[in-house]
């Protein structure tokens, strides 16, 4: 390929200035001494022509491979029904049709799920994967995709090539499917109280009404009949504290799309609107304030507080009108509103005849229908006027042999305490012996039914926990838990300690002995399984899609096993273990994915026809086949499509192998010599006249 090239001995703008002259002397000359002057103009166009250094310049170049792009789309709408199937197939045909054409090189790009809730984003993956190419050896762009793409461009000129745009359309256009859209879900609840949650069922292809199914921690609370595209509501009431995890699923049509659109999860957090503890001291003891400070200093704890003064046998002689003591409201507290409170503690209680054994039965019809009561034991529990020599015997879980035993003594984890919530990691219990004060007294009991946590003197059980029915019992085997508060013997753990077994005792759901929880860190999935047994059977993971896998667990500290796996879906994923169930979200609620699923060939019909390309399905109607366009290479007009082929622009590349530079004129020797022969001539001319 030959070109002509100029490299001016002097700057460009002094050779623009000599030209100008010279053209203006030029045409002096020519007027002022005719036809004559015509050499001298000649003479100092070649001056200016030697200044300008003009070369053939030879370029020897090889042809290169024209560019076609394949953006195949991997991302979660293409996992639905046949289209993973379909993609692999048309990306082998592709394969094979371009293996037929030498001159053409295809680059295959995925699109995966974009960050977040980016959705499909198949044209930021086109650019990023043609940065190292040139526009203009680009001959064309193939999109393999269900036609639901979230960042086409507004106009052509932003694609930044000038090749055809292709998009073979996987999916069928009869698809149907049903989904269950959350209109209104509250996030918080008062516990007790009824929360109401909006939501509609959405269909294609359906019957016009479906069947909801309502869970609630994963277990049936509600079925009914709605009609599709037709809001309805739910009323649910909030069990307890800590997340209530509310499950929404709708039942699916026959070969509908996914089924992982036709569940909705609301995990409405539960609030108590206070904690009503009943605190009954039954005389004034050192640790008695200990109680006081910790239930006082929780300000959404609503704490009633008595001490019995003045048991009903004490009898000296002072006027009832001259006592400025209260009466115990025991039939109000004990009767009328003993559902009210949500932990009532006996602390050194005991039995003066004060309550009646009517009321202890009301305690433990109250524990047993989800109350919960804490026994703090002092050397009453060993005497006559013993709680559990009560009728609230059945549901304490130790029963006093006698002994009172008072020596310094460390309290220890016992290795089933080192597995409950309440008392791993116990600051202070990482050293044997622990690094904590010593207690000075413990009350021997024969343990019958719970779990000892906690050890004394003699390994004597010292904290004693216990499920009845629906209800929870704990019993603290020593009344000086209060000199760990004093700082005695550089005291011990008594906040952490007393407040963790309270809100064991009112259910907190972070302190649960059997539980399964699952978090999400971007597209990882961590599992926890809290359990007080020696070992956690595998957990079954539910994804999306409905596909179902065993998921092992390691236990990473005594009670807690774990495990993190990578998701490859985006949506609500369900973690079980026997009968506790657990949700975890990877990407948005409701990611954009899942929002449209329905494969369709309009969204990218104007931006590939405006580049001269098309837009078509590549299913074979009634069939599972596939047929893929002829590829053809069109070198003129501006359309590059037909009925049964799509076309590409073949470009000029090429690379430059080498380059050869023939000067025209001699360089400054050239150019001295000219100056001297137009001197000369000049000269000469002018003897001849003279």
Known sequence: MLSVSFSPLIPVYVLWTVG???????????????????????????????????????????????????????????????????????????????????????????????????????????????????????????????????????????????????????????????????????????????????????????????????????????????????????????????????????????????????????????????????????????????????????????LVHFTILRPPEKQDGTPINELSLIAFPTRELFQQKIKEFDLIIFDRYANQSVLPSSYFENIVRYVREGGAMLVAAGPEFASYGSLAQTRLAPIIPGAPDGRIVEEPYKAHITDTGARHPVTRDLPGSETQPPSWGEWLRIIGSQVSSGATVMSGANDLPLLVLRREEKGRVALLLSDHAWLWARGYDDGGPHLDLLRRLAHWLMKEPALEEEALRASAAGRDIRIERQTMKDSADPVILKAPSGAESSVALTETRPGLFTAQVASRELGLHTVRSGDLIAFVSIGPANPRELTDVFSNTDALRPIAEATGGSVRRVAVEGDKGITVPRILAVHSGSRFSGSDWIGIKPSESAIVRGISVFPLALGLLGLVLLVGATLAAWLAEGRRRA
């Open 20 to 302: 100008a002259v010279a053209a203006i002397l030029a045409v002096l000359a020519l007027v002022s001494r005719g036809p004559v002057a015509i050499v001298r103009a000649l003479a100092l166009a070649l001056i200016l022509l030697a200044l300008a250094n003009p070369s053939l310049v030879q370029e020897e170049r090889e042809k290169v491979k024209d560019i076609v792009a394949v953006v195949i789309d991997r991302t979660t709408s293409q996992t639905l029904g046949d289209r993973q199937e379909m993609t692999d197939k048309v990306r082998a045909e592709l394969q094979r049709r371009f293996g037929a054409l030498p001159d053409v090189e295809p680059r295959y790009i995925e699109a995966d799920d974009g960050a977040g809730d980016d959705g499909t984003r198949l044209f930021a993956a086109l650019s990023n994967g043609l940065a190292d190419v040139p526009p203009d050896r680009l001959a064309g762009v193939l999109f393999v995709t269900d036609g639901v793409v979230h960042d086409i461009p507004p106009s052509v000129e932003s694609l930044g090539f000038k090749a055809p745009l292709h998009a073979l359309i996987t999916g069928r256009p009869d698809e149907r499917d049903r989904q269950i859209k959350l209109l209104e879900a509250p996030r918080f609840g008062i516990v007790g109280k009824d929360q109401t949650i909006r939501a509609v069922v959405m269909e294609r292809g359906g019957t016009g009404s479906a069947t909801v199914t309502v869970r609630r921690d994963g277990q049936e609370f509600s079925r009914q009949q709605v009609r599709a595209d037709t809001p309805f509501s739910i009323n649910v009431r909030i069990e307890h504290g800590g997340a209530n995890v509310i499950e929404l699923e709708v039942d699916g049509l026959p070969d509908e799309l996914t089924l992982a659109n036709n569940r909705a999860v609301v995990p409405i957090e539960g609030i108590r609107e206070k904690l009503r503890v009943l605190l009954v001291s039954g005389e004034p003891h050192p640790g008695e304030r200990t109680w006081r400070n910790l239930l006082k200093s929780d300000a959404n704890v609503d």
